[in-house]
Structures are given as C-alpha cells and as structure tokens.
C-alpha cells in the first residue's frame, strides 16, 4: 500500500518521541538529513556555553576546576555517554578527538596482544572503513612492524587467522549505512584468539549498542554526529574493565596520571579509563557536548534508544519504499541493506552519474544530505565502488512528513533535470 502525505503526517501525530524535537533548533525551511555528519544544536547549548564563558570563565576562574565540576568533566560526560552503548560507569571518558583515541586504543590493543601472543602481528580492517581510521591504523603498524589487512565484509570471517592481533571494524558503516552484528563478530575475533575494537562513530546515539553484552574489547565514538555536541566535539573512549590497567596508552599526559597535582617526574597511569586522558580538556566544548547528550538520555522517559530504534527504521523503511515508488527510472540505487538487522540509521543512494549534482540541487532546496564519492579501485559491486547520496535519520527531531517531502524534492530534481545546471556542479572543499 502507498504511504499518502497524510499519512506521514498521521503518524508524526502518534510519535512517541515527537515532542523531542523542541530540544532542537532546527533552521526555518531545512530538512536536515545530516546529523550523522554534524549533529543539530540543542536548544540549551548557546545558554550553558555562555554561562560556562561568563560566569565560570569569567567570573570563578581558576576555581572553576574545583567548584564547577571541570576537572571531572571528562568522566561525567563519558558515564551519560556509557548509558548509551552498554557500558558500565566509570569505564568511558569523553575526550581528544576520534582519530587520537583510536590510536591510543590499538597502541594499548597491541601491547596486549603481543604480551599474550608475540606472533600475532597483524591488524585487519575494512577497505572500505572511514580512512581515518585506516590511517591510523597503517601509521601504528609502520611503526610497530604489523600489517594492516583491509578487506570485504564478507571477507572478514577467513581473514581472521592465528597472525591477527585486533580486528577493527567501523559498527556502521559510513559510506552505506551497513551495520554489523555486533555480538557475533565479535565471538568470531574472540574465536579466533584477537582483540575487537568497535569504532561507534555512526553508533552511539544511532542504534542501541551493548559493549558489554557483547563482550567486546576496546571502543571509541563521535561527539558531534549522533550525539549533538557541536562542531569538534570531544569524542569518547571505552576500554573494557578487563583490560583497563593491564597497560598505559601511549599520550601519557599529566591528565592520565594517578596524581597530577603531585607533579612527580615519572609517570604513573591513573587506574581506570582516566588513564586514556593526555592532556588539559576542552571545557567549553565539554559542556556543549553535555547539552548534547543530555537530548538522547531525555528519551529514557519515552522509550530509550529501543524506541528510537523503533522510530529510525520506520523512517528510513519509509524513505526507501517512497524513492522506490516515486523515483523511478533515473538510475537510482539501494547501497543500504534492507535487513534491519544490517542498516543503521542512514540510507544512502547510489547514482552512476550526477550524485553530487543532485545533492547540491537538494540542499538548495533545503533537503540536507551529503555525497560521499565511489572508490572505482574497490570493483563493481563491492561497497565502496559507486558514488552514493548520503541522508541520515536523526529520529530525535526528523520526522515521517518530513521524510516525505524530501522525497518529493529529491523526485523534482530528478523529474527536472535541475541537478544538471552548472552550479550544481561545482564541487567545494567540504563534500
Ligand atoms: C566521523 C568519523 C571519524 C571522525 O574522526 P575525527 O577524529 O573526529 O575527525 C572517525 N571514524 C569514523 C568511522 C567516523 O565516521
């Protein structure tokens, strides 16, 4: 049966989590269709950032570390955040930058592991993972003589071999919005004898995650795409308890030792996750973060992440069957499975030509999605081949009609051509 305008509109009338959208400020005339990219701004963020400038800064100072809570902000921040992926309190601290955790958790995987089995030298990976991540992850191997192995997904199970140190894996993937079973991968690492680190950039605050459920071993996430907490928000860091004083992670700043104001000469790491801080920490984006935070545990009332779980494949299911039903014959594809199961909270089209174009046309429009370009190198059916049109679902504050008229959009630069003006087609610095 096809879904009417009216009907979107009659089933934001029975959304549960309707009403969370006035935690938002959405821009008048957008639909954004990016807050996996970079979060909306809650409503309370601008007025605890001035108060956290004026009066804190301002006015306390220095007593601020003590008397507002600074110092301990990076663990008051991480235990909301734990409420979110299944971890327990006092094991995630918000801090540094995705990129920066991630080398300081695969510095601390592979201690481990070469301690526990010095022949296994190598890390495995996707090709087609967030690159960052691959960065990362080739740098600490040049330096510390492993290898680093990308493949497919459905390569992944025979590349675990007895040489794999840690199997490191993006949850969902940003490119096509596929997500891994967790629990199951990460039996298949543990089986054969490797570390999982989880990488839940596109995860927490998407999709209920259970860390501990599942066992796994190391895991790092982004503040400021599902978690709202504004542009370089500090990123997160969860090491699983029974590994957490085994080693240090290498950035062993003053902020990771067991006692920086005794400022001893020699290092000794903190016990807990508060050894995985290096340095001084952002306390103005700290707090906006929080703000941030603050609108995902606000559905705790009216359901928790299982409601918004509920929520976001209803509208990506209903984004799906309306582009498959309005869109046709212009060459579009599905890069997203269909499996709930395997889709986290994004779909993401592919085009053979124009998939930037269109884009553009469409944030003209005021639809905000994103382009991510295909790698031809990856080959013809793998996930990283095709150029692909990115629209994420933030269930907190997009709705069904919402859904709906990016639809209609999308159908009219299709139907129109409009995508095909030159402006459309000239690419910026930021895609
Ligand atoms: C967004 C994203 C990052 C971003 O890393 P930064 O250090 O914040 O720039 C890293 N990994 C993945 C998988 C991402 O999606």
């Known amino acids: 049966m096809t879904t009417t305008l009216h009907d979107c509109r009659a089933l934001d009338a029975q959304d549960p989590l309707r009403s969370l959208r006035d935690l938002f400020h959405l821009p008048e005339g957008t639909i954004y269709l990016d807050g996996n990219s970079l979060g909306v701004m809650p409503r309370a963020t601008p007025a605890r950032v001035a108060d956290v400038v004026t009066r804190e800064w301002g006015t306390d100072l220095i007593q601020s570390w003590n008397k507002n809570g600074w110092f301990a902000m990076p663990q008051k921040v991480g235990d909301k955040i734990a409420r979110l992926i299944g971890a327990a309190p006092g094991t995630v601290v918000a801090t540094d930058s995705t990129s920066i955790n991630l080398f300081k958790v695969l510095s601390a995987a592979l201690n481990l592991s070469t301690a526990d089995h010095p022949q296994r030298k190598r890390i495995v990976s996707e090709r087609s993972n967030f690159p960052t991540d691959l960065y990362i992850a080739e740098a600490l191997c040049k330096e510390r003589g492993f290898d680093l192995v990308l493949v497919e997904p459905e390569e992944i199970a025979a590349a675990l071999t007895s040489e794999v140190a840690v199997l490191m894996l993006t949850h969902v993937n940003y490119r096509t919005g596929a997500m891994h079973d967790m629990p199951t991968v990460t039996a298949a690492a543990h089986a054969a004898g490797a570390l999982m680190l989880w990488d839940l950039a596109h995860s927490a605050g998407a999709v209920p995650v259970d860390l501990t459920g599942a066992g796994a071993d190391y895991a790092v996430g982004c503040g400021y795409k599902y978690l709202n907490g504004g542009p370089g928000a500090p990123a997160f860091v969860w090491v699983n308890p029974r590994h957490t004083d085994r080693f240090w992670q290498p950035l062993a700043g003053w902020w990771g030792h067991a006692t920086p104001f005794a400022f001893t000469p020699d290092y000794q790491p903190a016990p807990g996750i508060t050894r995985y801080q290096c340095g001084t920490q952002p306390m103005i984006s700290l707090a906006a973060l929080e703000c941030g935070v603050d609108t995902l545990l606000a559905t705790e009332s009216v359901g928790g992440m299982a409601a918004l779980r509920t929520k976001s494949l209803a509208l990506t299911d209903l984004f799906i069957s309306l582009v498959d039903e309005r869109c ?104």
Do not use: M
């Open 328 to 431: 046709q014959g212009h060459g579009i594809g599905l890069a997203t499975p269909l499996s709930h199961a395997q889709r986290g909270s994004q779909v993401c089209l592919t085009k053979d030509e124009g998939a930037y174009a269109i884009v553009q046309a469409l944030i003209a429009r005021g639809v905000v999605g994103d382009y991510r370009a295909g790698d031809p190198s990856t080959g013809s059916g793998r996930t990283g081949a095709k150029d692909i049109l990115r629209f994420g679902f933030t269930p907190l504050y997009i709705g069904f009609e919402d859904v709906w008229h990016s639809v209609e959009h999308l159908k009219q630069v299709l139907d129109s051509g409009e995508w095909q003006r030159a402006e459309f087609n000239q690419k910026h610095a930021v895609t």
